[in-house]
């Protein structure tokens, strides 16, 4: 069994400042399952309403994505409306419309539960802890959450961090977590509850991994456009994770060459909106991308 | 003949949310050349008022710098008041008091005008250009500037940045001297002006190097305790070209390293106000703090 990504699949309107997508296929495990589906099988679960269109069903299909844990429920699909200022690392929260995702019980089909690894992208964090209790023996587990569970349900998500390997959040959230400005300090803190490994992105800056004796830095990749953010953080995840459930290599090399297939991944999901990047992709420009992180990024011993 | 600066020799005053220095040492000249310092000979040209102690000229002699060019004038010497808040990345200049900086005309001595190295530091474009006509065969010319000359003296700071390799400025310049919010672009739109590399300083994100068929990303040293960022920009570029004039390797690779040992200068200068934390450094610290880079950003071929 491969991975097992539980989180939400949803419609999103979005504006940028140079577009504008109206409800468009979004949620944190669309873009994660789409990303992971590069490298491995992905299965998903999720929730979604009667309104929602066979058309994006069949998309999840092509990809190879398991849908049997996508439930379709009475009412309507979760709807999310946003905005994007020029500073593009941050979105603005216009409309939050939970619709069906208020009834999200997730329920993990049996194959499902021997899952080798698991993303629990964000959701509230009794739930994910609901998840955590279904799964039996997995390799991995990696989560993510938002500053909304931080502030409503911080003993719940202090719970969730205590029993995942990985937590990947943003730099605002790690520092909103726990009440220290300086990262590396906030990190250490986070580490220290119990997960081995914090991933913490940055936006347009990268991402940096703590463990409790390293740090691994990973620049963004520097795009000349960049025309939709959402979905990015956990497009990244999908990458990370599909890597590894790809060569089961969880060593720190492993894991950091993991974190770079995840930005190469993030990096084009933001060049158009919604997955239409991710559409159009085949692995010999995820291949190409990544040896150019290679070459950004080392000093030493580059080829010439 | 090694590296020859050209900039401020100052006293700052300085507070921070960790404490506040007085009337302490400080000017561009004075930060780079003591970076500098731990990797090769530098001479420094600069003005100081008769107000200037010898206190501080014994400082830069004991850490081999030629003072020779350091030209003590009538009057006081320049003097800069500023302020950082948490957000440690950019300060708020709350006082500027030129002094005898406005009479500064850089002469260089004979010997100088042989550099290999040259930096000149952020002064008026118009004296860069001087200095530039000074210096006979440089190997490698860099210049910084700041926001001011961008403003006010556009043209004369374009016909410099056509005459160096290598420009050193931090992110906001770049994007206010374009007129591009996009990094990369502004990046690309001045390295099509004729430097052969720009280096774009972005605090605590680390460097950017863009060439015009490449680019290298560097973080910064991930610090729990940052006290003073003033002068870390200047001991960033000293340890870059003392690396550079050390080894004479002007490769790709060897600039990169060059990059990394500057944002290490860098990182150990925040650590205390002024130049106390240089002041205190060994050349061991720093190769330890170089290996510790090297294992924080590569991804293949790590050791263990």
Known sequence: MGIVVVGTVAFDTVETPFGRGENVLGGSATYFSTSASFFTDVSLVAVVGEDFPEEHVRFLRSRDIDVSGLA???????HWTGRYGYDLNEAQTLDTQLNVLTQFRPDLPEAYREADYLFLANIDPDLQLEVLDQVRHPRLVACDTMNFWISSKPEALKK??????????????????????????????????????????????????????????????????????????????????????????????????????????????????????LKSLDYREIEERYRTFRSMTHFEGLDG
């Open 72 to 78: 379709c429920i009475p009412g309507k699909t979760f």
């Open 160 to 277: 969730v961090l205590q029993r995942v390997d990985m937590v990947v959040i943003n730099e605002g959230e790690a520092r909103q977590f726990t009440g220290e400005a300086n990262l590396v300090k906030a990190a250490r803190q986070i580490v220290s509850l119990g997960c081995k490994r914090l991933v913490v992105k940055r936006g347009e800056y990268g991402v940096l991994m703590f463990t409790a004796s390293s740090i691994f830095a990973a620049p963004a990749y520097p795009l000349e456009e960049v025309f939709d953010p959402t979905g990015a953080g956990d497009t990244f995840a999908g990458g990370m994770m599909g890597y590894l459930a790809n060569t089961g290599n969880l060593s720190d090399e492993g894991i950091r060459q993991s974190i770079v297939f995840g930005s190469v991944m993030a990096s084009f999901n933001v060049e158009d909106f919604s997955l239409n990047r």
